[in-house]
T-cell receptor
């Protein structure tokens, strides 16, 4: 099993719909992150969580929300999806050694 | 704003050539500089990292060169292979920890056979 698992891998949704992207990890790390990747813009931080009770906004949190259900689970929600949220989304955990990323969720909002 | 500026955005190299990707940073408090490699359909994975107490770190065909006074660091891939074709991200963090990274915008490397 992968250390960081993201579901779904691909999703097409309509404008205005609510959608949740899920992430679970087996690394035992406290810190978890959600990034979005767009061509030419790199990885931009949406939200991060230092532990279950500590959730922080990243540089592009508008239009997104998160929930840290347990140490191992961190979900990202788009309350009302819009086309410019079409992107590749990554969940990651971190330790002193570095980040471990999931394989990503490709989200298309039509 | 903590930023890491990466160039070029894309790079095409012949097999056996040297690939060079550059990054520059503003925040002199950054003290950990990793590079991540991302293949299509996969998440980025840690490739190599350096701390500012050394000017160079080499792992196999991959070398990081670090210039503290210029606030620049670069990734050199010697004897580039088609299997090195991927997107490469530089990053930087504070406090000697890998735990809060600021990423560059990425470089898409294509190595021609």
């Amino acid at each position: 099993d992968a250390d960081v698992t993201q579901t779904p891998r691909n999703r097409i949704t309509k404008t205005g719909k609510r959608i949740m992207l899920e992430c679970s990890q087996t690394k035992g790390h406290d810190r978890m992150y959600w990034y979005r990747q767009d061509p030419g813009l790199g990885l931009r931080l949406i939200y991060y969580s230092f532990d279950v009770k500590d959730i922080n906004k990243g540089e592009i949190s508008d239009g997104y929300s998160v929930s840290r259900q347990a140490q191992a689970k961190f979900s990202l929600s788009l309350e009302s999806a819009i086309p410019n949220q079409t992107a590749l989304y990554f969940c990651a955990t971190s330790s002193m050694v570095g980040y471990t990323f999931g394989s990503g969720t490709r989200l298309t909002v039509v | 704003q903590q930023q890491v500026k990466q160039s070029p955005q894309s790079l095409i190299v012949q097999k056996g050539g040297i690939s060079i990707i550059n990054c520059a940073y503003e925040n002199t408090a950054f003290d950990y500089f990793p590079w991540y490699q991302q293949f299509p359909g996969k998440g980025p994975a840690l490739l190599i990292a350096i701390r500012p107490d050394v000017s160079e770190k080499k792992e196999g065909r991959f070398t990081i060169s670090f210039n503290k006074s210029a606030k620049q660091f670069s990734l050199h891939i010697m004897d580039s292979q088609p299997g090195d074709s991927a997107t490469y991200f530089c990053a930087a963090s504070l406090s000697g920890s890998a735990r809060q990274l600021t990423f560059g915008s990425g470089t898409q490397l294509t190595v021609l056979p």
